[in-house]
T-cell receptor, first 115, second 115 residues
């Protein structure tokens, strides 16, 4: 079990640029979640996949954000035309869908700084 | 909507002191409750969980009991160590339809334990 991995760990970009983050979940996990964490706050839900299907998106996820999970394996989160307000830690979590008893396992996160 | 309120930090204790971090919640469904811990420079790790009323979650000397009547899930440890210094997050997951068990987090409590 190698755990959830995320790449890159850190990203600095200029306002207006596009960025893409990758998440590799635990191999047998069918559910994948993205969260965003800003300084001094708890993580906030962004979007959720069951296998390759994106089943829910938060209102936090503006149309500049898009996420995919092709073939139900790794996932990518892309932010287009980045803004300074996008600076945050982006966390990925995966779980084996067992309903209300499921446990989500988190990756180390990608810290984004938009200049 | 769902929400979690936890004790504001920071909390500073001496080694071997007793720890309590309060957590209360509001949920529309029947939630599962979690405590996650984030050590400096690392991702979120599950500390313990409870999935039904009166369940007690425990791990590494930490305990929390699911109290439905008071909608609480307070974290306790009898004797803290320097290595327990971290940020602690209380969280809930509740399904509002479909298969999404997204986590709703509190703001986190920074614990510092001095030798």
């Amino acid at each position: 079990d190698t755990g959830v991995s995320q790449n890159p760990r850190h990203k600095i970009t200029k306002r207006g640029q596009n960025v893409t983050f990758r998440c590799d979940p635990i191999s047998e996990h069918n559910r994948l979640y993205w969260y965003r964490q800003t300084l001094g706050q708890g993580p906030e839900f962004l979007t959720y996949f069951q296998n390759e299907a994106q089943l829910e998106k938060s209102r936090l996820l503006s149309d500049r954000f898009s996420a995919e999970r092709p073939k139900g394996s790794f996932s990518t989160l892309e932010i287009q035309r980045t803004e300074q307000g996008d600076s945050a830690m982006y966390l990925c979590a995966s779980s084996l869908g067992t309903g209300r008893k499921e446990t989500q396992y988190f990756g180390p996160g990608t810290r984004l700084l938009v200049l | 909507g769902d929400s979690v309120t936890q004790m504001e930090g920071p909390v500073t204790l001496s080694e071997e002191a007793f720890l309590t971090i309060n957590c209360t919640y509001t949920a529309t469904g029947y939630p599962s409750l979690f405590w996650y811990v984030q050590y400096p420079g690392e991702g979120l790790q599950l500390l313990l969980k409870a999935t039904k009323a009166d369940d007690k979650g425990s791990n590494k000397g930490f305990e929390a009991t699911y109290r439905k009547e008071t909608t609480s899930f307070h974290l306790e440890k009898g004797s803290v160590q320097v290595s327990d210094s971290a940020v602690y997050f209380c969280a809930l997951s509740a399904n509002s339809g479909g298969s999404n068990y997204k986590l709703t987090f509190g703001k986190g409590t920074l614990l510092t334990v001095n030798p």
